[in-house]
T-cell receptor
Framework: KAGVTQTPRYLIKTRGQQVTLSCSPISGHRSVSWYQQTPGQGLQFLFEYFSETQRNKGNFPGRFSGRQFSNSRSEMNVSTLELGDSALYLC????????????FGQGTRLTVV | GQQLNQSPQSMFIQEGEDVSMNCTSSSIFNTWLWYKQDPGEGPVLLIALYKAGELTSNGRLTAQFGITRKDSFLNISASIPSDVGIYFCAGQNGGAQKLVFGQGTRLTINP
């Protein structure tokens, strides 16, 4: 069974640009959540999607957005990139019912220059 | 954002030693999770705990869900080189996937 797949693995963008990251969850998983990991702030929750609807949102500015498609794949978008957005962006998927532990992808390393 | 208090922040041990780390929170969680992260990779789930007082093992790893629901610990017995990495605790409530993470414990093993 394939795990959570995130693309691309690495990305370099210029300040002011926008970026879109992609996540394919484990087959059968319907919930996808996104996290930002930085040395200073650690792992911080961005948002969660289930059935194409955002269910929870973390404390991030509106420049961070996401969506989920009918096949449960998800994308997150960051507009008007800032240097501080450089981070490892992690996607996690989980079943909605029963045991809801989250399984993470390898992440996308975003560097803003 | 909210974070759990995880300690110690780092550990330097000899191969074969036992390791213990813990996590505390000012809030109650219904589920506690322990993850291990290697450099450049995503966190890998080690153990999930669902009931207060629950003690669960996964090979050489043992974790417990505190009675107050505000803490959890992870023990690793007879450490081996592949145990090197960063260990994170995470709290979760209900079916929501809004995990709250600890700051991590970096484990280094001297052969």
């Amino acid at each position: 069974k394939a795990g959570v797949t995130q693309t691309p693995r690495y990305l370099i963008k210029t300040r002011g640009q926008q970026v879109t990251l992609s996540c394919s969850p484990i087959s059968g998983h319907r919930s996808v959540s996104w996290y930002q990991q930085t040395p200073g702030q650690g792992l911080q929750f961005l948002f969660e999607y289930f059935s194409e609807t955002q269910r929870n949102k973390g404390n991030f500015p509106g420049r961070f957005s996401g969506r989920q498609f009918s096949n449960s794949r998800s994308e997150m978008n960051v507009s008007t990139l800032e240097l501080g957005d450089s981070a490892l962006y992690l996607c996690a998927s989980s079943l909605w019912r029963g045991k809801t532990e989250a399984f993470f992808g390898q992440g996308t390393r975003l560097t803003v220059v | 954002g909210q974070q759990l208090n995880q300690s110690p922040q780092s550990m330097f041990i000899q191969e074969g030693e036992d390791v213990s780390m813990n996590c505390t929170s000012s809030s109650i969680f219904n589920t506690w999770l322990w993850y291990k992260q290697d450099p450049g990779e995503g966190p890998v789930l080690l153990i999930a705990l669902y009931k207060a007082g629950e003690l669960t093992s996964n090979g050489r790893l043992t974790a417990q869900f505190g009675i107050t629901r505000k803490d959890s610990f992870l023990n690793i017995s007879a450490s081996i080189p592949s145990d090197v990495g960063i260990y994170f605790c995470a709290g979760q409530n209900g079916g929501a996937q809004k995990l709250v993470f600890g700051q991590g414990t970096r484990l280094t093993i001297n052969p």
